[in-house]
């Protein structure tokens, strides 16, 4: 196998590694943690205030949320956010809204 293709593989290795990291990570850890909602805007903001949660920032792609009670992410889910991912680290993924 030559090398260009192990380098592929392995950055491919840790493109799927890192981003099942950023999912799993709103699982884990005490409640209150910044999470991220990624879609519409408008979808996300009434997805985190039916969740029970509240909106910290609103950016392009993602809205950033916080809800005090265990739980929080799974509520996001059942409320019907696409996809929750760990909100520090994405925070810089997405730009600001109106940037």
Do not use: H, N
């Not at 992410?73 to 996809?83: K, N, S």
């Amino acid at each position: 196998m030559s090398t260009i293709i192990r380098a592929l593989i392995g950055g491919a290795l840790a493109l799927v590694g890192w981003t099942l990291v950023m999912i799993i990570m709103p699982f884990v850890g005490p409640a209150g943690r910044q999470v991220a909602v990624i879609g519409e805007s408008a979808d996300a903001v009434r997805t985190v205030v039916a969740a029970g949660g509240r909106v910290v920032e609103v950016r392009r792609g993602a809205t950033l949320a916080r809800g005090d009670r265990p739980g929080f992410v799974r509520a996001l889910y059942a409320a019907g956010a696409p996809l929750v991912v760990e909100g520090r680290i994405a925070a810089g993924c997405f730009a600001k809204a109106g940037a």
